[in-house]
């Protein structure tokens, strides 16, 4: 699995990365939060609130996006997307 994540300002992408996890005995959801805490940990953000609505997003359409609401702390970006590639998707 790889999961890109976008940092943006006004509609402008500010930091980008990727992270990637390809262990075959991590299941799709330890994949999804692996990658999730490595791309908020290179991007220098906190980990965000994963609500149903990003459950639902990334099954429908391999993203979904992070609001500054869904953070603890104050953040500095209006939003943090996050873009599932490759072939591996939950069945």
Same mark, same amino acid.
């Given at each position: @699995?790889? &999961?890109?994540g976008k940092?943006l300002? !006004? *509609?402008? #992408?500010?930091?980008e990365?990727?992270?990637?996890?390809?262990?075959?005995?991590?299941s799709? %959801?330890d +994949?999804? !939060?692996?990658c999730l805490?490595e791309?908020?940990?290179?991007?220098? #953000?906190?980990?965000p609130?994963?609500?149903?609505?990003?459950t639902?997003?990334?099954?429908?359409?391999? +993203?979904t996006f992070?609001?500054? !609401?869904?953070f603890?702390? +104050?953040?500095?970006?209006?939003k943090f !997307? #996050? &873009? &599932?590639? *490759?072939?591996? @998707? %939950? +069945?």
């Amino acid at each position: @699995m790889t &999961l890109n994540g976008k940092l943006l300002v !006004e *509609g402008r #992408i500010v930091r980008e990365s990727t992270s990637e996890d390809n262990d075959s005995e991590h299941s799709f %959801r330890d +994949k999804l !939060e692996a990658c999730l805490l490595e791309l908020c940990a290179a991007l220098e #953000i906190p980990v965000p609130l994963w609500l149903k609505k990003n459950t639902k997003e990334l099954a429908n359409f391999r +993203k979904t996006f992070f609001t500054s !609401e869904q953070f603890m702390e +104050k953040v500095w970006f209006d939003k943090f !997307e #996050i &873009l &599932l590639s *490759g072939s591996e @998707m %939950r +069945k």
